[in-house]
């Protein structure tokens, strides 16, 4: 099963100089169901790069893919906004599921939480 069997992107922005292609500065939300219950998930493209990251996102301000290039890769922020919280078992699976569609390293989360308090999916 694939990302896009289950999840539908509602809204998708993408930022830089060049937004004619995919180029990792998009911000999406997705619906869909999963475990039983209706999801919206907010996917954001931040930077690796600590001080970098103020630039993906947090400000509005998208970053222009060259300088994503020059100072470190990014990787996808998945924010998970449901009734009832999901289980750490079930957002790495819901992990699993977007690496099926997106090679990036990938934080989920739910809801409110910080991304310091976010699951991380690292490369396979």
């Known amino acids: 099963m694939r990302w896009s069997d289950l999840f539908t992107v509602c809204s998708r922005e993408l930022c830089g100089v060049n ?8 911000q999406a939300i997705w619906v869909g169901c999963f475990h039983g219950q209706p999801l919206c998930i ?16 947090s400000t509005n301000v998208c970053i ?17 906004l449901c009734e009832r919280p999901l289980s750490s078992e079930a957002l ?14 990938i934080l989920i989360r739910q809801g409110k939480e910080r991304l310091s308090d976010g699951l991380l999916i690292p490369w396979s």
């Open 19 to 26: 937004t004619s292609i995919m180029n990792g500065n998009e």
């Open 64 to 80: 222009d893919q060259n300088l994503s290039t020059i100072n470190g890769d990014d990787y996808l922020d998945l924010r998970v």
């Open 92 to 105: 790495y699976e819901l992990g699993l599921l977007a690496r099926t569609e997106d090679p990036r390293v």
């Open 42 to 57: 907010f996917s954001t493209a931040r930077m690796i790069v600590p001080h970098f990251d103020h630039f993906s996102g």
